[in-house]
């Protein structure tokens, strides 16, 4: 580990190319942030006319306009450089995020422009219209490839063979389907296409002023790659262009691996000349913007971040290559042969909220948590489902279920009783919040190590059903090590309590404010990077920000979960099989 200087030595920024603005952070070598610039599109690049940072048309097509965000880029440096604190001259490296799943069209003579700009004039003069087949480029929240989503499952076999080879099932989003609509629905623009980037990879190349290839974590976004294989599969390139070679070619290559982090290039002159930057400041990859949330907190393999916000996400390291349909996987950006899985809920706080306010008119929380922390409101034989709106995991219209249990005759299993409502609200309070807490953990048992078993926890092999997968029960004792909590409701002490008892995390359960992770995880990401290119540190970037992180400033450690806490709701996993079956 290398020894950290309380003097100023170097800079290192990090971006965040998100759909409603650009931000970028300045830390120090002690990770220490210095300095946060961020311009809104809407309201300081008004002029394009977004909403929200988005096109939206009627028929789903949801874009952004690539003019913008060059816009945005000479912007934020032009603040920076006017900032008397920060010393650009000093920033050794940059990396950064940018929304997943957007794709920016290059012709021909992109690349070539990229070359040769000039500090006299903007990037926009210089690269929009001429530099891009297409003006705009697509947005996460599209909605409109239905059509090519059905013709990449039935390419392949089915959703779950597809998430079997990309770790994803096909999204509307997703690049691939994305590609495939422009290249049949606009062929004039697919031939004009020389190169194609992710946003990662497009704002990589501005800043190294070059074309750079995609990152392969983020690629993993885009049903096209075949992550175990880590090669582009074959059959799902076909679906966008049956010249696969072309294809290929246009994509840029294979992917950046992520095992030996190097530069993708060195800062165009264009910023040094115009800024004031480092001549030899590199530029390592950028990445998806949950993939750089994960680098901004020191998470370890087997470790789980928990975002309690309106939807509930969580984001867990692994080195379990297991998809499913219903969830994500992606390759991690930092740590060799390990994955990121990512399952998203759609229902969170606002089906909590939904409860808390049938017991209180002025929605104040005080009932509702009195209800998660009583001892004396018995629970123990009752299971439930609250979906207000349309569920992802299970994948299940809006439907609310409710229901007692009890040992089947034959001891194996559970018999369910199903239920109009339980004895009070105060019940629903309880049990929402445990079924929600209770889902999460029966989610990540497959994705985490053999050796977070608990071996002193006996559970039978009566095979229980979730998702896609038949498991014998011992498949749950399964633990997670550590457990970080983010989002609006992770302030809130009696859910979190709640999760952290079912989760059951051995080595410690962490709360923490991450406004600005996307970016931080690009600032700590050029940190280690540099460190590591030049031989100062050959620590692996989990280990290194375990060591470097600011635990005693950036965390609040919540303890560690009760043994007795987390096995008393090892009986509600095969009545929570059970219920879902009658949705």
């Not at 050794?92 to 920016?104: D, L, P, R, T």
């Not at 020389?194 to 002023?209: N, P, Q, R, T, Y």
């Not at 929600?436 to 029966?442: D, E």
Request: charged share 25%; hydrophobic share 35%; net charge negative.
């Amino acid at each position: 580990m290398i020894a950290m200087s309380d003097e100023t030595e170097a800079l290192y920024l990090g971006f965040d190319l998100s759909t409603q603005q650009l931000k970028c952070l300045v830390i120090d070598q002690n990770l220490k942030l210095l300095h946060s610039e961020t311009i809104g599109f809407d309201k300081d690049l008004c002029h394009y006319k977004t909403e929200k940072g988005v096109y939206f048309r009627d028929d789903g097509t949801a874009e952004c306009p690539v003019a913008m965000w060059l816009e945005a880029i000479d912007m934020v440096f032009d603040r920076m450089s006017k900032q008397k604190h920060i010393d650009l001259s000093l920033v050794k490296a940059m990396s950064g995020s940018c929304q997943q799943h957007g794709s920016v069209y290059w012709t021909k003579e992109g690349p070539k422009l990229l070359k040769k700009l000039d500090v006299k004039e903007t990037l926009k003069n210089q690269l929009s219209p001429q530099a891009f087949s297409r003006n705009v480029a697509p947005n996460w929240q599209d909605h409109s490839t239905g059509e090519e989503c059905q013709k990449f499952e039935d390419s392949c076999g089915g959703a779950a063979q597809l998430a079997n080879i990309t770790g994803s099932r096909a999204h509307h989003r997703f690049t691939g389907p994305q590609m495939m609509k422009i290249s049949k629905k606009e062929p004039e623009t697919y031939a004009k296409t020389d190169k194609i980037s992710l946003v990662s990879s497009f704002l990589a190349s501005i800043l190294a002023g070059e074309y750079t290839p995609l990152e392969e974590a983020d690629a993993c976004g885009m049903n096209l790659y075949d992550v175990e294989k880590r090669d582009y599969d074959e059959a799902l390139l076909q679906n966008v262009d049956q010249d696969t070679k072309r294809l290929r070619k246009k994509l840029g290559g294979n992917p950046i691996p992520s095992e030996h982090p190097k530069p993708v290039g060195t800062l165009s002159s264009y910023f040094v000349e115009k800024y004031g930057l480092n001549p030899s400041c590199q530029i390592f990859p950028f990445t998806g913007d949950n993939l750089a949330t994960i680098c901004s907190l020191p998470l370890k393999p087997n470790d789980v971040l928990v975002s309690l916000g309106t939807s509930t996400t969580i984001l867990l390291v692994t080195d379990q290559y297991h998809p499913s349909p219903n969830y994500h996987l992606f390759l991690h950006p930092t740590i060799p042969h390990h994955y990121m899985g990512m399952i998203c809920y759609c229902n969170g706080a606002l089906a909590r909220e939904s409860i808390r306010d049938q017991l209180s008119n002025s929605h104040d929380l005080e009932l509702f948590n009195k209800a998660v922390n009583s001892s004396m409101l018995n629970n123990d034989n009752e299971i439930a489902c609250y979906f207000p709106l349309g569920e992802i995991v299970p994948n299940v219209p809006s439907s609310y279920r409710r229901a007692t249990f009890s040992k089947s005759a034959d001891g194996m299993g559970v018999q369910l009783k199903l239920k109009d409502a339980f004895d009070s609200v105060e019940h629903d309070a309880k049990n929402i919040v445990e079924s929600q807490a209770l889902s999460c953990r029966v989610r990540i048992s497959p994705l985490l190590s053999k050796d977070c078993a608990d071996v002193n926890c006996k559970m039978g092999d009566s095979v229980v059903h979730f998702d896609c997968d038949n498991f014998p029960l011992s498949e749950y004792t399964k633990r997670p090590r550590r457990a970080f909590f983010v989002g609006g409701a992770s302030k809130n002490d009696a859910i979190v309590n709640r999760f952290a008892q079912i989760l059951g995390a051995t080595e410690g359960n962490y709360r923490l404010e991450t406004p600005n992770s996307c970016a931080l995880g690009g600032c700590y990401r050029a940190l280690w990077s540099h460190l590591y290119y030049e031989g100062v540190t050959s620590a692996a970037f989990d280990q290194f920000l375990n060591k470097a992180f600011r635990w005693e400033t950036d965390v609040q450690s919540l303890g560690v979960t009760d043994e007795k806490s987390w096995l008393h709701y090892n009986s509600k996993i095969h009545a929570l099989s059970e219920l879902e079956k009658t949705l």
